[in-house]
């Protein structure tokens, strides 16, 4: 399984559930739109840091960001 992949394709549903664009995601998880974009393709490695922020962004737990669907 490939973990990148898994996290990005989590990060893009939740927040396209929550009605939010990758720009409104960067600014309240901290990170850079152009990151967000890569963490969504599956081309970034993100920290456990970038996880729990991504989560707090998005109100769900990091466990939502890292479990199958």
């Known amino acids: ?3 990148r992949k898994l996290v990005g394709d989590n990060c893009a549903r939740i927040r396209k559930e929550r009605g939010l664009t990758q720009e409104e995601l960067a600014e309240q ?3 850079s739109q152009q990151y967000i974009s ?3 393709r599956g081309r970034r490695n993100p920290t456990i ?3 729990y922020e991504l989560s707090v962004a998005l109100s769900v737990s ?3 960001l890292l479990s199958p669907r």
């Open 1 to 3: 399984m490939d973990m």
């Open 29 to 31: 998880s901290g990170l």
């Open 38 to 40: 890569g963490l969504e």
């Open 49 to 51: 840091l970038t996880v």
């Open 62 to 64: 990091h466990i939502d």
